[in-house]
């Protein structure tokens, strides 16, 4: 199930964490001995930095994986129509293997779900074995990507 995000304070960046987190953008695997040079800090100190901003939920180290390595070569954005407590549809579909990201929206759809799949029969099975059966679901629509033009990780930290 996925993590859901509350409002919260702003947490105030200085320039050597803005260019810790560009660095860790660009190459999340760098060792604190690469970064602390890179930031004008010693090794120590840009790991006391970077753990600080993990603490403040600034920057979450992850590995990204990729779907068609991974022999999911079927991927796409459902816009979900549903009724009720959306907080509990979404945390319903949070709950499928082949869902990867959830998002409660405005607008036509009241939620956005990505989901990776292996072949267009189990997309089909998600859908109407799995979603629409979901108490709430008013209706799906399947967007069934063609290519992945942009997938950016590195955009300008504010």
């Known amino acids: 199930m996925g993590t859901p995000r509350r409002p919260r304070a702003q947490v105030t960046l200085d320039a050597t964490d803005k ?5 860790l953008q660009r190459d999340g695997r760098m ?3 690469q970064l602390g040079p890179q930031v004008g800090l010693s090794a120590p100190a840009a790991r006391q930095r970077v753990q600080r901003l993990i603490d403040l939920e600034v920057l979450r180290v992850v590995g990204v994986t990729d779907p068609l390595a991974l022999g999911l070569p079927l991927m796409a954005m459902l816009g979900i129509r549903a009724d009720g407590d959306l907080r509990a549809v979404a945390d319903r579909v949070s709950e499928l ?3 990867i990201y959830v998002v409660l929206t405005s607008g036509v759809y009241d939620l956005l779900v990505e989901v990776v799949c292996r072949e267009p029969h189990e997309l ?27 997938h950016r990780f590195d955009w300008d930290v504010p």
């Open 19 to 23: 260019t810790i987190l560009r660095a």
């Open 31 to 33: 060792s604190y001995a």
């Open 97 to 99: 293997n082949e869902v």
């Open 124 to 150: 089909l099975d998600l859908v109407e074995d799995a979603i629409k059966p979901i108490d709430g679901v008013r209706g799906v629509e399947s967007l069934v990507y063609l290519d992945i033009h942009t």
